[in-house]
């Protein structure tokens, strides 16, 4: 069955640097989210993405925050400036319909020293 | 301000018997409510999808019901196993607006013991 890869499965990275963080959707799926979990908390949404551009973002997404579908395959989330904050595990999803199940990937872990 | 709540943190059930776990949300109006399974270290696995207008879906030994007047989800795992043992998460998409983001409970851990 098609899956959704994250890569990598865990980042390090000192505060104020900037991380990637790569994704691969299911194949013919038109619609892409991030997620993300902070350590024992709830999974929050971050952004949606359709036809090559933010549907819908929340507030936890700033300016700090980017996303980019360079090509046919890769859904990446970008980070400037990472703060300490942003240590948790960051899901990326993608449906086929809107309002269609989620297909998530296994997740990468953040950690900011 | 807007809450889905998952009925207890965790919950320990016998194997063989049947797992209720409960889903309330306010100031909301879902168009579809979601149920996931989460275990640790991984993503969200998605179990059943419920509409707005439907009462009940069931698949294999899952059942959800969704009652938009209690503002409330049931999710039932019947003849519980060990292997049933994971985080449930319910998961709500928003009727008023075009995306379909989703937006989630705190989850119920629960622990089949066999």
């Known amino acids: 069955e098609p899956e959704v890869t994250q890569t990598p499965s865990h980042q390090v990275t000192q505060m104020g640097q900037e991380v990637i963080l790569r994704c691969v959707p299911i194949?013919?799926?038109?619609?892409f989210y991030w997620y993300r979990q902070i350590l024992g908390q709830k999974v929050e949404f971050l952004v949606s993405f359709y036809n090559n551009e933010i549907s819908e973002k929340s507030e936890i997404f700033d300016d700090q925050f980017s996303v980019e579908r360079p090509d046919g395959s890769n859904f990446t989330l970008k980070i400037r400036s990472t703060k300490l904050e942003d240590s948790a595990m960051y899901f990326c999803?993608?449906?086929?319909?809107?309002?269609?199940?989620?297909?998530f990937g296994d997740g990468t872990r953040l950690s900011i020293l | 301000s807007q809450k889905i709540e998952q009925n207890s943190e965790a919950l320990n059930i016998q194997e063989g018997k049947t797992a209720t776990l409960t889903c309330n949300y306010t100031?909301?109006?879902?168009?579809?409510l979601q149920w996931y399974r989460q275990d640790p270290g991984r993503g969200p696995v998605f179990l059943l999808l419920i509409r707005e207008n439907e009462k009940e879906k069931r698949k294999e030994r899952l059942k959800v019901t969704f009652d938009t007047t209690l503002k409330q989800s049931l999710f039932h795992i019947t003849a519980s196993q060990p292997a049933d043992s994971a985080t449930y998460l319910c998961?709500?998409?928003?009727?008023?607006?075009?995306?379909?983001?989703?937006?989630f409970g705190t989850g119920t851990r629960l622990t089949v013991i066999p």
């Open positions: 999803a993608s449906s086929d319909l809107r309002n269609q199940p989620q297909h």
């Open positions: 194949s013919n799926h038109l619609y």
């Open positions: 100031n909301y109006s879902p168009a579809y």
């Open positions: 998961a709500l998409t928003r009727a008023q607006t075009g995306a379909n983001n989703l937006f």
